[in-house]
């Protein structure tokens, strides 16, 4: 076989055989096969698609370039949620241990922050002492202890995916939905779930700007993974504003426990309130959405999440006393105010210019290589939705030092957008997905 021949047959149209698909995975990864026809057959699947076999085959073959966890002695079952990247999303640290409480194992493997999005990893690690490079062992103990564990992607896990995203990211060919499908379901497959939730993000803040978008995405997830003999929901969720009060990664762990405690916002517990009750349905703890809602309501009113978030947090490492003692007080000094132009209502804060100002702040990076800090970020005291007169404030912002909060300012004041009447609400939750 020869590689030009199948980035032909892709430039046609073609469907590619399985053969063909592993022929280049596997030449890519090994290096028989150079970068420059990978990138052009990459550009070729951009532009001509793939069909849902060749997706799911594309995906199975990722998965086998490296190592499936073994959760094998666990009681399951293994279900995990994955959203595709917002701007003060932290409904994974409140939804594992909720969902654990409510009985379900989540072997949480995530990402970090990168452009105007933010990484779990770099939430946790603002916890002083807490680790998230653990061993395969540690991951499989601390998911037998206490339901949940929160780690990085190790190299064994889809090599394929290490090298196909970097050559993507330099391509112009990440925005592909076969190719994104591929690479999102091969790493969250390879963790041992055996049932996953999607949060696909629609809106400004989003890397799918349009529900169009983010539904092709979502049902290409639903589909290639249900023929994965997975079970899969995909939720569509609104990401035009940042979620919660809070965009930082030591506020967001504050908020975190926040929510923990029952003194959750509104609009972040409605998202992780949901993508949680769907991973007990998807999970087989409950029949239903409306059964599964009520038995995260009572979970959450017993405190015991917050029991096993403090639990995992001494387990992985971290000092729990410390972080408490920080809680309100860990801020930078540089910081401004962000104050009302004028009276009116607020009828959004644009999340994309605020997850941009964020990276100027040093909350998120532009490239891999980039410190972020944890004390930096957003604490809103007023969103979408709420009336304001003239010089109230509507939000603290902190950065890693002046420079950076100059940098941001004219962001975070472009993110502001009043009106004199009060803008519709809308539920955050766009669109579900269950089944083909
Ligand atoms: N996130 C991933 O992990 N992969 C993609 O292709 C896009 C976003």
């Given at each position: 076989m020869r590689a030009v021949d199948v980035i032909m047959k892709k430039r046609g149209g073609g469907e590619l055989s399985r053969d063909e698909l592993a022929f280049m995975v596997q030449g890519y990864v090994s290096g028989s096969i150079p970068e420059y026809q990978i990138s052009a057959w990459l550009m070729a699947v951009f532009f001509k698609g793939m069909s849902a076999r060749e997706t799911a085959e594309l995906t199975e073959l990722m998965l086998r370039s490296g190592k499936v966890m073994d959760l094998s002695g666990i009681e399951g079952p293994f279900v995990d949620k994955h959203?595709?990247?917002?701007?003060?999303?932290?409904?994974?640290?409140?939804?594992?241990?909720?969902?654990?409480?409510?009985?379900?194992?989540?072997?949480?493997?995530?990402?970090?922050?990168?452009?105007?999005?933010?990484?779990?990893?770099?939430?946790?690690?603002?916890?002083?002492?807490?680790?998230?490079?653990?061993?395969?062992?540690?991951?499989?103990?601390?998911?037998?202890?206490?339901?949940?564990?929160?780690?990085g992607q190790t190299a064994e896990i889809v090599p394929a995916d290490k090298k196909l995203y970097a050559l993507r990211d330099v391509t112009g060919t990440v925005e592909s939905i076969p190719l994104i499908t591929a690479s999102i379901l091969s790493k969250k497959v390879a963790e041992g779930a055996e049932a996953l939730v999607f949060d696909v993000k629609s809106g400004p803040g989003a890397f799918m700007k349009t529900l169009e978008d983010a539904e092709a995405l979502a049902r290409s997830l639903v589909n290639t993974g249900t023929a994965m003999g997975k079970r899969i929901i995909g939720v569509i969720t609104d990401m035009s504003e940042p979620l919660g009060r809070m965009v930082g990664n030591f506020f967001e762990i504050e908020e975190t426990l926040d929510c923990l405690e029952g003194r959750g916002p509104q609009d972040l517990m409605e998202v992780t309130m949901r993508l949680t009750a769907w991973m007990l349905v998807a999970g087989g703890k409950a029949k239903g959405i409306d059964e599964a809602l009520g038995m995260c309501e009572r979970c959450l009113a017993s405190?015991?999440?917050?029991?096993?978030?403090?639990?995992?947090?001494?387990?992985?490492?971290?000092?729990?006393?410390?972080?408490?003692?920080?809680?309100?007080?860990?801020?930078?000094?540089?910081?401004?105010?962000?104050?009302?132009?004028?009276?009116?209502?607020?009828?959004?804060?644009?999340?994309?210019?605020?997850?941009?100002?964020?990276?100027?702040?040093?909350?998120?990076?532009?490239?891999?290589?980039?410190?972020?800090?944890?004390?930096?970020?957003?604490?809103?005291?007023?969103?979408?939705?709420?009336?304001?007169?003239?010089?109230?404030?509507?939000?603290?912002?902190?950065?890693?030092?002046?420079?950076?909060?100059?940098?941001?300012?004219?962001?975070?004041?472009?993110?502001?957008?009043?009106?004199?009447?009060?803008?519709?609400?809308?539920?955050?939750?766009?669109?579900?997905?269950t089944a083909l």
């Open positions: 959203s595709t990247g917002g701007v003060g999303d932290k409904v994974s640290l409140i939804l594992a241990p909720l969902a654990a409480a409510c009985g379900v194992r989540v072997p949480m493997m995530s990402g970090r922050a990168l452009g105007h999005t933010g990484g779990t990893l770099d939430k946790l690690e603002s916890i002083p002492g807490y680790r998230t490079g653990l061993k395969e062992a540690e991951f499989r103990e601390f998911i037998a202890a206490d339901g949940f564990a929160m780690t405190g015991r999440p917050l029991e096993l978030f403090m639990a995992n947090v001494r387990r992985q490492g971290g000092d729990a006393e410390r972080m408490l003692a920080l809680r309100g007080k860990y801020r930078s000094q540089h910081s401004f105010e962000l104050r009302a132009p004028r009276s009116g209502y607020i009828h959004s804060i644009d999340a994309y210019k605020i997850g941009l100002a964020g990276v100027y702040l040093g909350v998120g990076r532009d490239t891999a290589a980039d410190p972020v800090y944890p004390d930096v970020g957003f604490i809103f005291d007023k969103k979408a939705g709420d009336r304001v007169a003239a010089g109230d404030r509507i939000a603290m912002v902190y950065g890693k030092d002046v420079t950076s909060l100059e940098a941001a300012q004219p962001l975070v004041e472009a993110a502001l957008s009043l009106g004199s009447e009060p803008p519709t609400r809308q539920s955050l939750i766009l669109k579900e997905i």
